[in-house]
């Protein structure tokens, strides 16, 4: 709760009891007040004029909530009215270190809370974090390292990542990069292409997507080689310097890895990576192939622009269009691109 004028002395409020004050050297000041139901009170003033005030407490179990919205609107009232502010805001309460993971970050790093009810699958691999959630609204969700994946609910990020409707996969050779999740190996093989190679570092994701996430990726994780597609457990970018030395090219090559940092310049070991990878990939392309790749969120511009700034210093030049779709479980925008090699 922000309130942009510092009153001129403590204030107190029935029901709690001050605990601690303290001027700080800056001429703000920071107030702890403790209240019923062990509800700590933080106040803090700084000297351009905005007071926050932080109220957290402890609920166990199935107890009901110490405040309720109503009662913080209230609060957040009187807190205007007492200190003669000319704007409050009042924050829904956030609810931290509870069994199940409900909050996850948006492209641009706000806060999203989901209607989490069920936690199915938690692990650490060698690569990342693993969790599986079911949430109410989106069904199994994936989440990985801590960043929502795919949902049972997003078959539009994996149609609008295969340009599903504009492009023909019949009869094509296919590398997909990453992956793990299975969704894209499974619309693609609806398509009928010649054969699919999935490069996939992180035998654990499979085995979690493998059971619980079955409606998006069907039985194609069943087995790691069927009669027109074969998934290899290994770095991509070994297999694909593999590929370069041999000569091997192919119709369509699938980024279904990394999101492009957000930065303030393109420098570090991420876009080190996404250089790598789109310079391997352009190498191992018929010339009339096809790159394919997700980005980050739409209201990310500055990164997509580095990302297409990438694109034209590639050692390859490159044509490349971009696309968009609301993805459910991201709660926004995703831009895809689509890379292709100038004549």
């Known amino acids: 709760m922000s309130l942009p004028v510092v009153p001129s002395g403590p204030c107190y409020h029935p029901g709690t009891e ?18 019923d139901n062990g509800i700590l009170v933080c106040v803090r ?11 957290e407490y402890y609920i166990k179990g199935n107890d009901k909530l110490v405040m309720s919205l109503d009662e913080i609107r209230q609060l957040e009232e009187e807190l205007g009215e007492k200190l003669s502010s000319t704007r409050t805001h009042a924050c829904p309460a956030l609810k931290r270190g509870g069994e199940l993971h409900k909050y996850f970050p948006t492209a641009d790093e706000r806060l999203l809370e989901y209607d989490i009810d069920k936690t199915l699958y938690e692990e650490k691999s060698p690569f990342q974090k693993i969790l599986i959630v079911h949430s109410r609204s989106l069904g199994n969700l994936l989440v990985l390292d801590n ?8 078959l539009i990020y994996t149609e609008s990542l295969m340009q599903r409707g504009k492009e023909n996969y019949e009869g094509k050779e296919i590398v997909i990069l990453g992956g793990g999740d299975g969704a ?15 490069l996939e570092i992180d035998e654990l994701v499979m085995k979690a997507c493998g059971k619980y996430l079955r409606s998006c990726c069907g039985d194609c994780l069943d087995k790691y080689k069927g009669d027109n597609y074969e998934i290899i457990v290994e770095d991509c970018v070994k297999v694909l310097k593999k590929y370069v030395e041999e000569g091997r090219k192919f119709d369509y090559v699938f980024g279904d890895m990394t999101d492009v940092p957000l930065s303030s310049t393109p420098q570090g070991e991420v876009w080190d990576f996404i250089r790598l990878i789109l310079d391997l990939s ?19 511009p500055d990164a997509l622009s580095m990302f297409e700034q990438q694109l034209n210093k590639l050692r390859v030049p490159v044509d490349f269009t971009s696309s968009h779709a609301f993805i459910p479980s991201f709660m926004e925008d995703w831009v895809f691109y689509q890379v292709t090699m100038k004549s």
Not at 45 to 55: D, F, K, R, S
Not at 189 to 196: A, M, T, Y
Not at 282 to 300: D, E, I
């Open 147 to 154: 960043l929502q994946n795919i949902s049972e609910s997003d």
């Open 282 to 300: 352009l190498s191992v392309l018929k010339p009339q192939g096809k790159y394919m790749t997700h980005a980050n969120g739409a209201s990310c």
């Open 18 to 35: 001050h605990q601690y004050e303290y001027e700080l050297v800056d001429g703000g000041f920071f107030e702890l007040l403790k209240g």
């Open 45 to 55: 003033g700084y000297p351009e004029g905005l007071v926050t005030c932080n109220i």
């Open 184 to 198: 894209l190996l499974w619309e693609l093989l609806k398509e009928k292409p010649k054969f699919v190679t999935m």
